[in-house]
C-alpha cells in the first residue's frame, strides 16, 4: 500500500513539474506585469534609443539593441531583466530609474517577444 502511494505521489510530482515548465513564456510573463502598458511605456520612454516593437530591425540609437534581440539573449529571464534594468552600470544606457510597477510591465512586455519555438 505504502509503494501504491509513492508511486501515485511521484506522478502527480511529475505532472505538477510539467505543466509549469509547459506554460507558455508570453504566459509567465504575463502574471508579471501588464505587457501592454509595457509596450505604451516603452514606446514613451524607451524608443528614443531603442526599437521596441516586435519586427523593429534597427535601434534609433546603433549602440542600443532592439528590445526583440534583449529578449532573446541566451539565458534571458525576467529576474536577469528585472537586475539588467535596475542595474546602475550600463555603458552606453542613461541610469534610468524605473517605477516598480512600470518596471513589471516592462519586463512582461520584453518577455512576450521572445520567440515563439
Known amino acids: 500500500m505504502q509503494t501504491r502511494k509513492s508511486f501515485i505521489v511521484r506522478i502527480a510530482t511529475t505532472l505538477v513539474l510539467l505543466t509549469s515548465i509547459m ?3 508570453d504566459v509567465r ?3 508579471v506585469g ?3 502598458r509595457g509596450l505604451v511605456y516603452a514606446k514613451k520612454v ?4 531603442h ?3 516586435a519586427g523593429d530591425m534597427f535601434s534609433p540609437e546603433m549602440l542600443a539593441p532592439t528590445f526583440t534581440a534583449v529578449a532573446g539573449t541566451p539565458g534571458m529571464t525576467e529576474r536577469a531583466l528585472y537586475v539588467w534594468l535596475q542595474s546602475a552600470n550600463h ?3 542613461p541610469n534610468l530609474l524605473i517605477a516598480a510597477g512600470d518596471l513589471d510591465d516592462v519586463v512582461a512586455y520584453i518577455m512576450t517577444l521572445r520567440s515563439k519555438k
Open 34 to 36: 501588464d505587457p501592454q
Open 23 to 25: 506554460v507558455p513564456a
Open 29 to 31: 510573463a504575463a502574471e
Open 46 to 49: 524607451c524608443a528614443t534609443c
Open 91 to 93: 555603458e552606453s544606457m
Open 51 to 53: 526599437a521596441v516593437e
